[in-house]
C-alpha cells in the first residue's frame, strides 16, 4: 500500500507538533522538498521552507492553497 506524498507530509507536521519539534519548514532546506513527487506538495512544501507566501499562488487545489496561505502568514 503507497499513501499519497501529501498524506505522508501531514503525518509528519502532526507527528512533529505533537512531539513540540519545529515543523518540516525549519527541519529541512528547500532542496528537500524537491524529492516530492506531487507538484501541490512539492510547492507548499517550498512555501513552508522559504516562508513565501507569493508561492502558494502555484498550489492548485483551492483546499491545500488556503491552508498554505494561512500557514505562511501566520
Known amino acids: ?3 499519497h506524498p501529501l498524506l505522508v507530509s501531514c503525518m509528519v507536521v502532526l507527528g512533529l ?3 513540540g519539534l519545529p515543523g ?5 532546506d528547500a532542496g528537500t522538498c524537491y ?4 507538484a501541490d506538495a ?4 517550498l512555501a ?6 507569493g508561492m502558494c499562488h502555484a498550489v492548485q487545489r ?3 492553497r488556503a491552508q ?3 500557514e505562511i502568514r501566520s
Open 48 to 53: 513552508r521552507a522559504r516562508r513565501d507566501p
Open 17 to 19: 507538533a505533537a512531539a
Open 1 to 3: 500500500m503507497t499513501l
Open 24 to 28: 518540516p519548514a525549519h527541519a529541512v
Open 62 to 64: 483551492a483546499d491545500l
Open 42 to 45: 512539492r510547492v507548499l512544501c
Open 68 to 70: 498554505c496561505l494561512a
Open 35 to 38: 524529492t516530492l513527487g506531487d
